[in-house]
């Protein structure tokens, strides 16, 4: 394997990581890693040899989530993502002021896709804001207004998932 492909390669768990977060399925998540490195191998001599191929490999697919995105709306499909076979918690957490992974889980898929994709780039995948920005081609700027608003939708989101549940448990 030739060293632009096993670097390719070596990117494929975060790929993956990306993908599972913003489909939150992981047949549709496999799906799109899959034709984001069919992509990337189609166009291997876009990529500048010595550089990582990162920031690229998640632009490629950044991309195809977004184009996917607008191809379910025009066929007016329901975009709000999918259902996860995880059994709805009933009580309220054990653990004091920890917060279940599903709900954030859960969360995520509540906030505006451009927010998640901000949030999971910097957040999950640890890229700087200038790298996210590259990725999601738009100014850092923005970027930085997406995650502060996306942070604080999920704040939202969550807290009143949290009284929820304690009304729940009073009830």
């Avoid at 927010?115 to 200038?130: K, N, T, W």
């Amino acid at each position: 394997m030739d060293g632009k492909r096993k670097a390719i390669v070596g990117e494929i768990p975060g790929l993956r990581r990306y993908a599972r977060a913003l489909l939150r399925d992981a047949d549709a998540a496999d799906d799109l890693v899959q034709d984001c490195l069919e992509r990337a191998f189609s166009r291997l001599d876009n990529w500048q040899t010595g550089t990582s191929p990162r920031r690229w490999l998640f632009t490629l697919m950044h991309n195809l989530f977004v184009d996917g995105v607008r191809a379910r709306k025009r066929r007016s499909e329901l975009v709000s993502g999918a259902a996860v076979d995880m059994p709805a918690s009933v009580s309220a957490p054990e653990q004091n002021g920890m917060l279940d992974l599903r709900d954030v889980l859960d969360a995520l898929q509540e906030i505006s896709p451009e927010r998640r994709a901000a949030i999971l780039l910097v957040g999950v995948e640890g890229m700087s804001y200038a790298e996210a920005a590259d990725v999601l081609d738009i100014p850092t700027g923005t970027l930085m207004s997406r995650v502060a608003r996306g942070r604080q939708d999920l704040r939202d989101i969550l807290d009143l998932a949290r009284r929820r549940r304690i009304l729940k448990a009073v009830e």
